[in-house]
Protein backbone atom coordinates (compact mmCIF):
# COMPACT_ATOMS: atom_id res chain seq x y z
CA UNK A 1 0.00 0.00 0.00
CA UNK A 2 1.60 3.37 -0.93
CA UNK A 3 2.32 5.59 1.84
CA UNK A 4 -0.15 8.75 1.82
CA UNK A 5 1.68 11.90 2.65
CA UNK A 6 -1.45 14.49 2.58
CA UNK A 7 -0.12 17.26 4.48
CA UNK A 8 -1.60 19.45 7.28
CA UNK A 9 -1.44 23.24 5.79
CA UNK A 10 -0.38 26.14 7.54
CA UNK A 11 0.02 24.60 10.91
CA UNK A 12 1.74 27.23 13.13
CA UNK A 13 4.23 26.01 15.63
CA UNK A 14 5.67 28.22 18.16
CA UNK A 15 9.52 28.56 18.11
CA UNK A 16 12.88 28.49 16.68
CA UNK A 17 14.28 26.21 18.91
CA UNK A 18 11.67 23.48 18.99
CA UNK A 19 12.26 20.00 21.05
CA UNK A 20 10.06 17.19 19.65
CA UNK A 21 7.17 16.70 22.35
CA UNK A 22 4.27 14.75 21.11
CA UNK A 23 4.49 11.31 22.03
CA UNK A 24 3.41 9.51 18.59
CA UNK A 25 4.10 6.56 16.78
CA UNK A 26 7.30 7.84 14.32
CA UNK A 27 5.96 7.00 11.25
CA UNK A 28 3.71 7.28 8.21
CA UNK A 29 0.06 6.02 10.01
CA UNK A 30 -1.47 4.00 6.67
CA UNK A 31 -3.95 5.51 5.53
CA UNK A 32 -3.61 8.01 7.98
CA UNK A 33 -1.95 11.94 7.52
CA UNK A 34 1.60 11.95 8.96
CA UNK A 35 1.82 13.48 12.12
CA UNK A 36 2.42 16.46 13.23
CA UNK A 37 4.89 17.79 16.65
CA UNK A 38 3.48 18.95 19.59
CA UNK A 39 6.20 21.77 20.87
CA UNK A 40 7.77 23.18 23.33
CA UNK A 41 9.37 26.58 23.09
CA UNK A 42 11.62 28.26 25.47
CA UNK A 43 10.98 31.34 27.45
CA UNK A 44 13.31 34.26 25.93
CA UNK A 45 15.75 35.15 29.09
CA UNK A 46 17.86 38.00 26.87
CA UNK A 47 14.56 39.93 25.56
CA UNK A 48 12.41 39.43 28.34
CA UNK A 49 9.31 38.10 26.27
CA UNK A 50 8.32 34.86 24.23
CA UNK A 51 9.46 33.77 21.41
CA UNK A 52 6.34 34.40 19.23
CA UNK A 53 7.32 33.47 15.67
CA UNK A 54 5.50 31.26 13.21
CA UNK A 55 7.37 29.07 11.07
CA UNK A 56 5.12 27.10 8.41
CA UNK A 57 6.73 24.04 6.84
CA UNK A 58 6.63 21.03 5.43
CA UNK A 59 5.41 19.23 8.75
CA UNK A 60 4.36 16.05 6.89
CA UNK A 61 8.26 15.56 4.39
CA UNK A 62 9.76 16.03 8.21
CA UNK A 63 8.19 13.09 9.59
CA UNK A 64 8.78 10.98 6.51
CA UNK A 65 12.11 11.68 7.38
CA UNK A 66 12.27 10.70 10.87
CA UNK A 67 10.51 7.69 10.02
CA UNK A 68 13.19 6.65 8.10
CA UNK A 69 15.95 7.96 10.17
CA UNK A 70 14.79 5.91 12.81
CA UNK A 71 14.98 2.90 11.35
CA UNK A 72 17.80 3.14 9.59
CA UNK A 73 19.72 4.46 13.23
CA UNK A 74 18.12 1.73 14.62
CA UNK A 75 17.50 -1.35 12.21
CA UNK A 76 19.39 -3.91 14.71
CA UNK A 77 16.18 -3.64 17.18
CA UNK A 78 13.17 -2.13 14.75
CA UNK A 79 11.74 -3.29 11.58
CA UNK A 80 8.66 -1.92 9.75
CA UNK A 81 5.71 -3.91 9.61
CA UNK A 82 3.77 -4.69 5.99
CA UNK A 83 2.26 -0.98 6.40
CA UNK A 84 5.84 0.91 7.35
CA UNK A 85 5.29 0.79 10.92
CA UNK A 86 8.01 0.65 13.33
CA UNK A 87 8.00 -2.50 15.15
CA UNK A 88 10.19 -4.43 17.62
CA UNK A 89 11.91 -6.41 15.43
CA UNK A 90 11.38 -10.23 15.68
CA UNK A 91 8.46 -9.78 18.45
CA UNK A 92 5.65 -10.84 18.09
CA UNK A 93 2.18 -9.98 20.97
CA UNK A 94 -0.14 -12.35 22.06
CA UNK A 95 -3.02 -11.50 24.22
CA UNK A 96 -3.83 -14.13 27.32
CA UNK A 97 -2.48 -17.41 25.17
CA UNK A 98 -3.72 -20.51 26.76
CA UNK A 99 -1.17 -23.33 27.21
CA UNK A 100 -1.97 -24.90 24.00
CA UNK A 101 -1.25 -21.60 22.27
CA UNK A 102 1.87 -21.40 24.01
CA UNK A 103 3.02 -24.68 23.37
CA UNK A 104 2.00 -24.15 19.22
CA UNK A 105 4.12 -21.19 19.75
CA UNK A 106 6.77 -23.15 20.88
CA UNK A 107 6.58 -25.53 18.31
CA UNK A 108 6.84 -23.31 15.76
CA UNK A 109 10.03 -22.18 16.88
CA UNK A 110 9.00 -19.02 18.83
CA UNK A 111 10.37 -18.61 22.60
CA UNK A 112 8.53 -17.55 24.73
CA UNK A 113 9.47 -14.72 26.79
CA UNK A 114 8.04 -14.51 30.74
CA UNK A 115 5.51 -11.83 31.10
CA UNK A 116 5.27 -9.90 34.07
CA UNK A 117 3.82 -11.22 36.85
CA UNK A 118 -0.53 -10.39 36.32
CA UNK A 119 0.57 -9.45 32.85
CA UNK A 120 -2.01 -10.60 30.13
CA UNK A 121 0.37 -10.00 27.30
CA UNK A 122 3.12 -12.23 26.46
CA UNK A 123 6.09 -11.46 24.46
CA UNK A 124 7.07 -14.30 21.57
CA UNK A 125 10.65 -13.94 20.30
CA UNK A 126 10.87 -15.16 16.82
CA UNK A 127 14.26 -16.67 15.70
CA UNK A 128 16.80 -14.45 13.53
CA UNK A 129 16.23 -16.48 10.49
CA UNK A 130 12.37 -15.86 10.14
CA UNK A 131 10.43 -13.42 8.78
CA UNK A 132 7.95 -11.56 11.70
CA UNK A 133 5.30 -10.74 9.05
CA UNK A 134 5.45 -14.43 7.94
CA UNK A 135 5.05 -15.69 11.50
CA UNK A 136 2.72 -13.51 12.58
CA UNK A 137 0.44 -14.72 9.67
CA UNK A 138 1.33 -18.34 10.44
CA UNK A 139 0.26 -17.85 14.74
CA UNK A 140 -3.17 -16.47 13.28
CA UNK A 141 -3.70 -19.31 11.04
CA UNK A 142 -2.59 -21.92 13.84
CA UNK A 143 -4.73 -20.46 16.14
CA UNK A 144 -7.88 -18.54 14.64
CA UNK A 145 -9.11 -17.85 18.07
CA UNK A 146 -6.15 -16.13 19.70
CA UNK A 147 -5.07 -12.57 19.75
CA UNK A 148 -1.67 -11.68 18.30
CA UNK A 149 -0.04 -8.44 16.41
CA UNK A 150 3.28 -6.74 16.21
CA UNK A 151 4.79 -5.31 18.80
CA UNK A 152 4.00 -1.71 17.70
CA UNK A 153 6.32 1.35 18.94
CA UNK A 154 4.73 4.61 19.93
CA UNK A 155 7.77 6.90 20.16
CA UNK A 156 8.04 10.93 19.86
CA UNK A 157 9.18 12.52 23.15
CA UNK A 158 12.91 12.09 23.22
CA UNK A 159 14.50 11.49 20.31
CA UNK A 160 17.86 12.71 21.70
CA UNK A 161 18.99 11.14 24.56
CA UNK A 162 18.89 13.52 27.49
CA UNK A 163 21.39 14.76 30.33
CA UNK A 164 19.64 12.36 33.52
CA UNK A 165 19.68 14.82 36.50
CA UNK A 166 19.22 13.15 40.11
CA UNK A 167 16.75 12.33 41.75
CA UNK A 168 15.40 12.23 44.95
CA UNK A 169 13.23 9.30 46.70
CA UNK A 170 9.63 10.01 45.52
CA UNK A 171 7.31 11.07 48.62
CA UNK A 172 5.18 8.76 50.89
CA UNK A 173 1.57 8.16 49.15
CA UNK A 174 -1.37 7.86 50.50
CA UNK A 175 -2.96 4.08 50.32
CA UNK A 176 -6.47 5.21 51.59
CA UNK A 177 -9.47 4.09 49.39
CA UNK A 178 -10.59 7.92 48.97
CA UNK A 179 -7.14 9.15 48.46
CA UNK A 180 -6.85 11.67 45.18
CA UNK A 181 -4.19 9.79 42.39
CA UNK A 182 -3.75 10.32 39.05
CA UNK A 183 -1.82 8.09 36.67
CA UNK A 184 0.61 8.82 33.72
CA UNK A 185 1.76 6.52 30.73
CA UNK A 186 4.60 8.72 29.72
CA UNK A 187 8.11 9.37 29.23
CA UNK A 188 10.38 10.28 32.17
CA UNK A 189 9.99 13.22 34.45
CA UNK A 190 12.74 15.49 35.62
CA UNK A 191 11.47 15.24 39.34
CA UNK A 192 14.05 17.79 40.76
CA UNK A 193 12.66 20.86 39.19
CA UNK A 194 11.01 23.20 41.34
CA UNK A 195 7.34 21.99 40.60
CA UNK A 196 7.83 19.34 42.02
CA UNK A 197 8.95 19.74 45.28
CA UNK A 198 5.92 18.89 46.88
CA UNK A 199 4.63 16.26 44.70
CA UNK A 200 4.19 12.91 45.61
CA UNK A 201 5.23 10.73 42.66
CA UNK A 202 5.19 6.94 41.95
CA UNK A 203 7.28 6.05 39.72
CA UNK A 204 7.52 2.85 37.52
CA UNK A 205 9.83 1.81 34.36
CA UNK A 206 13.26 1.42 33.35
CA UNK A 207 14.71 -0.77 36.44
CA UNK A 208 14.16 2.03 38.68
CA UNK A 209 16.37 4.35 36.78
CA UNK A 210 15.42 7.74 35.75
CA UNK A 211 15.29 9.51 32.30
CA UNK A 212 13.81 12.77 32.26
CA UNK A 213 12.38 14.19 29.37
CA UNK A 214 10.69 17.58 28.02
CA UNK A 215 7.44 15.83 27.61
CA UNK A 216 7.10 14.05 30.67
CA UNK A 217 8.10 16.67 32.66
CA UNK A 218 5.56 19.16 31.05
CA UNK A 219 2.76 16.78 31.05
CA UNK A 220 3.20 15.89 34.50
CA UNK A 221 3.48 19.67 35.51
CA UNK A 222 0.39 20.42 34.25
CA UNK A 223 -1.36 17.83 36.03
CA UNK A 224 0.41 17.69 39.47
CA UNK A 225 2.84 20.56 39.72
CA UNK A 226 3.12 23.11 41.84
CA UNK A 227 5.90 26.83 42.19
CA UNK A 228 4.97 30.48 42.93
CA UNK A 229 4.39 30.96 39.58
CA UNK A 230 2.96 27.66 38.38
CA UNK A 231 0.37 25.54 39.69
CA UNK A 232 -0.96 22.75 38.01
CA UNK A 233 -4.49 21.35 38.10
CA UNK A 234 -3.93 18.87 41.44
CA UNK A 235 -0.91 19.28 42.68
CA UNK A 236 -2.44 17.67 46.06
CA UNK A 237 -2.84 14.50 43.74
CA UNK A 238 -0.42 11.51 44.06
CA UNK A 239 0.92 11.11 40.69
CA UNK A 240 1.64 7.13 39.17
CA UNK A 241 4.08 8.11 36.58
CA UNK A 242 4.82 4.91 34.39
CA UNK A 243 8.34 5.69 32.00
CA UNK A 244 7.57 3.94 28.90
CA UNK A 245 10.56 5.13 26.91
CA UNK A 246 13.66 4.93 29.43
CA UNK A 247 15.32 6.23 26.06
CA UNK A 248 15.19 3.28 24.08
CA UNK A 249 15.32 2.78 20.69
CA UNK A 250 12.83 0.15 21.57
CA UNK A 251 10.95 2.41 24.30
CA UNK A 252 7.20 2.96 24.10
CA UNK A 253 6.18 -0.46 22.90
CA UNK A 254 2.72 -1.37 22.72
CA UNK A 255 3.85 -4.30 25.22
CA UNK A 256 5.19 -1.55 27.58
CA UNK A 257 1.87 0.55 27.37
CA UNK A 258 -0.22 -2.61 28.21
CA UNK A 259 2.19 -3.16 31.06
CA UNK A 260 1.87 -0.02 32.60
CA UNK A 261 -1.47 -0.10 32.54
CA UNK A 262 -1.36 -2.99 33.83
CA UNK A 263 0.53 -1.75 37.18
CA UNK A 264 -2.08 0.84 37.07
CA UNK A 265 -4.70 -1.09 37.47
CA UNK A 266 -3.18 -3.13 40.58
CA UNK A 267 -2.78 -0.03 42.02
CA UNK A 268 -6.19 0.99 41.30
CA UNK A 269 -5.62 4.57 39.66
CA UNK A 270 -9.07 5.44 38.55
CA UNK A 271 -8.06 7.94 35.71
CA UNK A 272 -4.84 7.47 33.52
CA UNK A 273 -3.81 10.11 31.04
CA UNK A 274 -1.68 8.90 27.84
CA UNK A 275 -0.34 11.79 25.95
CA UNK A 276 0.30 9.32 22.85
CA UNK A 277 -0.75 8.57 19.42
CA UNK A 278 0.22 5.87 17.22
CA UNK A 279 -2.04 2.98 15.14
CA UNK A 280 -4.64 0.82 15.95
CA UNK A 281 -2.64 -2.71 18.05
CA UNK A 282 -5.20 -5.48 18.89
CA UNK A 283 -3.34 -6.40 21.77
CA UNK A 284 -3.30 -3.20 23.32
CA UNK A 285 -7.11 -2.83 22.71
CA UNK A 286 -7.99 -5.22 24.42
CA UNK A 287 -6.23 -3.98 27.72
CA UNK A 288 -7.82 -0.61 26.82
CA UNK A 289 -11.05 -2.86 26.80
CA UNK A 290 -10.10 -4.20 29.85
CA UNK A 291 -9.66 -1.26 31.85
CA UNK A 292 -12.52 0.65 30.76
CA UNK A 293 -14.59 -2.25 31.56
CA UNK A 294 -13.31 -2.43 35.37
CA UNK A 295 -14.41 1.51 35.93
CA UNK A 296 -10.61 3.10 35.09
CA UNK A 297 -11.01 6.11 32.78
CA UNK A 298 -8.02 6.49 30.06
CA UNK A 299 -7.84 10.09 28.86
CA UNK A 300 -6.21 10.46 25.98
CA UNK A 301 -4.99 13.15 23.17
CA UNK A 302 -6.28 12.55 19.99
CA UNK A 303 -3.34 13.82 17.96
CA UNK A 304 -2.36 16.78 15.75
CA UNK A 305 -2.46 15.44 12.10
CA UNK A 306 -4.95 17.58 11.09
CA UNK A 307 -9.01 17.59 10.56
CA UNK A 308 -8.87 15.25 8.10
CA UNK A 309 -6.61 12.80 9.47
CA UNK A 310 -8.15 9.18 10.39
CA UNK A 311 -8.19 8.68 13.70
CA UNK A 312 -5.47 7.57 16.41
CA UNK A 313 -5.38 5.47 18.61
CA UNK A 314 -5.14 4.95 22.25
CA UNK A 315 -7.95 8.02 21.93
CA UNK A 316 -9.65 6.25 19.32
CA UNK A 317 -10.68 3.08 21.36
CA UNK A 318 -14.30 2.76 22.37
CA UNK A 319 -14.77 4.16 25.95
CA UNK A 320 -11.39 6.17 25.96
CA UNK A 321 -11.82 10.31 26.89
CA UNK A 322 -10.77 11.92 23.63
CA UNK A 323 -9.11 15.50 24.26
CA UNK A 324 -8.61 17.84 21.58
CA UNK A 325 -6.55 21.45 22.21
CA UNK A 326 -7.84 24.89 22.05
CA UNK A 327 -6.19 28.34 22.00
CA UNK A 328 -6.71 31.19 24.56
CA UNK A 329 -10.05 32.08 22.57
CA UNK A 330 -11.43 28.70 23.06
CA UNK A 331 -10.56 27.32 19.51
CA UNK A 332 -9.90 24.85 18.27
CA UNK A 333 -6.14 24.38 17.13
CA UNK A 334 -6.02 24.07 13.63
CA UNK A 335 -3.74 20.95 13.52
CA UNK A 336 -6.07 19.41 16.14
CA UNK A 337 -7.91 15.96 15.13
CA UNK A 338 -11.27 16.22 14.31
CA UNK A 339 -14.10 13.25 15.57
CA UNK A 340 -16.93 11.28 16.94
CA UNK A 341 -13.21 10.65 19.12
CA UNK A 342 -13.37 13.81 20.33
CA UNK A 343 -14.80 14.12 23.79
CA UNK A 344 -13.79 16.92 25.57
CA UNK A 345 -10.87 19.89 24.48
CA UNK A 346 -8.75 21.57 27.06
CA UNK A 347 -6.32 24.75 27.17
CA UNK A 348 -3.41 23.36 24.30
CA UNK A 349 -1.86 26.37 23.18
CA UNK A 350 -0.04 30.18 24.25
CA UNK A 351 0.51 28.59 27.43
CA UNK A 352 3.47 27.49 29.55
CA UNK A 353 4.54 24.10 31.73
CA UNK A 354 8.16 23.19 33.28
CA UNK A 355 11.34 22.78 31.08
CA UNK A 356 14.72 20.54 32.04
CA UNK A 357 17.40 23.13 32.24
CA UNK A 358 17.36 27.03 31.55
CA UNK A 359 14.58 28.60 31.47
CA UNK A 360 12.80 26.41 33.75
CA UNK A 361 9.47 27.01 31.70
CA UNK A 362 8.60 27.13 28.33
CA UNK A 363 5.05 27.45 26.01
CA UNK A 364 3.85 24.12 24.86
CA UNK A 365 1.69 23.45 22.27
CA UNK A 366 -0.68 20.70 21.11
CA UNK A 367 -3.27 18.15 22.40
CA UNK A 368 -0.84 16.17 24.46
CA UNK A 369 -1.06 19.12 26.58
CA UNK A 370 -4.78 19.49 26.77
CA UNK A 371 -5.18 15.74 27.49
CA UNK A 372 -3.71 15.61 31.23
CA UNK A 373 -5.95 19.06 32.27
CA UNK A 374 -8.93 16.66 31.75
CA UNK A 375 -7.57 13.48 33.35
CA UNK A 376 -6.23 15.43 36.22
CA UNK A 377 -9.70 17.01 36.51
CA UNK A 378 -11.75 13.82 36.06
CA UNK A 379 -9.61 12.57 38.80
CA UNK A 380 -10.89 14.68 41.31
CA UNK A 381 -14.10 13.17 40.84
CA UNK A 382 -13.14 9.20 40.54
CA UNK A 383 -10.82 7.87 43.33
CA UNK A 384 -11.30 4.44 42.81
CA UNK A 385 -12.30 2.71 39.50
CA UNK A 386 -16.14 2.08 39.03
CA UNK A 387 -18.04 1.46 36.27
CA UNK A 388 -20.70 4.13 37.75
CA UNK A 389 -18.76 6.32 39.26
CA UNK A 390 -17.08 7.11 35.79
CA UNK A 391 -20.39 7.30 34.13
CA UNK A 392 -21.14 10.34 36.63
CA UNK A 393 -17.32 12.08 36.57
CA UNK A 394 -18.38 12.19 32.41
CA UNK A 395 -21.71 13.45 33.16
CA UNK A 396 -20.25 16.31 35.86
CA UNK A 397 -17.68 17.14 33.35
CA UNK A 398 -20.40 17.67 30.18
CA UNK A 399 -22.55 20.36 32.59
CA UNK A 400 -19.24 22.39 33.27
CA UNK A 401 -17.40 22.20 30.06
CA UNK A 402 -18.19 25.81 27.83
CA UNK A 403 -17.91 26.71 24.63
CA UNK A 404 -20.38 24.21 23.15
CA UNK A 405 -23.89 25.94 23.66
CA UNK A 406 -25.70 22.65 21.73
CA UNK A 407 -25.29 20.21 24.66
CA UNK A 408 -24.15 17.82 22.26
CA UNK A 409 -21.12 16.37 21.33
CA UNK A 410 -19.33 18.07 17.51
CA UNK A 411 -15.99 16.45 16.21
CA UNK A 412 -13.93 20.23 17.14
CA UNK A 413 -14.56 19.93 21.21
CA UNK A 414 -16.60 17.23 21.91
CA UNK A 415 -19.15 18.30 24.73
CA UNK A 416 -16.63 21.64 25.28
CA UNK A 417 -13.48 23.49 27.29
CA UNK A 418 -12.60 21.98 30.41
CA UNK A 419 -9.76 23.49 32.27
CA UNK A 420 -9.42 27.16 30.84
CA UNK A 421 -8.49 28.70 33.96
CA UNK A 422 -5.45 26.55 34.17
CA UNK A 423 -3.69 27.58 31.22
CA UNK A 424 -0.61 29.45 32.85
CA UNK A 425 -0.38 32.64 30.93
CA UNK A 426 3.01 33.15 29.17
CA UNK A 427 2.44 36.99 29.68
CA UNK A 428 2.96 36.12 33.95
CA UNK A 429 6.66 34.88 32.70
CA UNK A 430 8.06 37.93 31.28
Known amino acids: MPI???LVAAICLLGAADASAQLRLPNVQLPQLPRVTDTLNPLLRDSG??????????????????VANLLRQHRDVLEPDPRGEPVVRHEILAWSPSDASLAAARAAGLIVVEAEAGASTVVLRVPGQIDTAAMLERLRQLDPEGVYDFNHVYTGSAAQPMEQPSSGAPQPLPRAANALKVGLVDSGIAREHEVFSDARILPWGCDGKDHPSAHGTAVAALMVGRSDRFRGVAPQAALYAADIYCDSATGGSAARIAAALDWMAREQVAVINLSLVG???QILERVVAGMVKRGHLLVAAVGNDGPAAAPLYPASYPGVVGVSGVDKRGQPLPEAARGPQVMFAAPGNQMVSAAIGSPPYRTVRGTSFASPIVAALLANDLRQPSLDGAKRAIADAVKSASGNASGMQNPEVGYGVLGAKYRADPSAFR
Request: avoid cysteine; charged fraction near 35%; proline fraction near 8%.
Open 4 to 6: RTL
Open 49 to 66: RLLDRTDIGDLGAARLKQ
Open 279 to 281: PPN
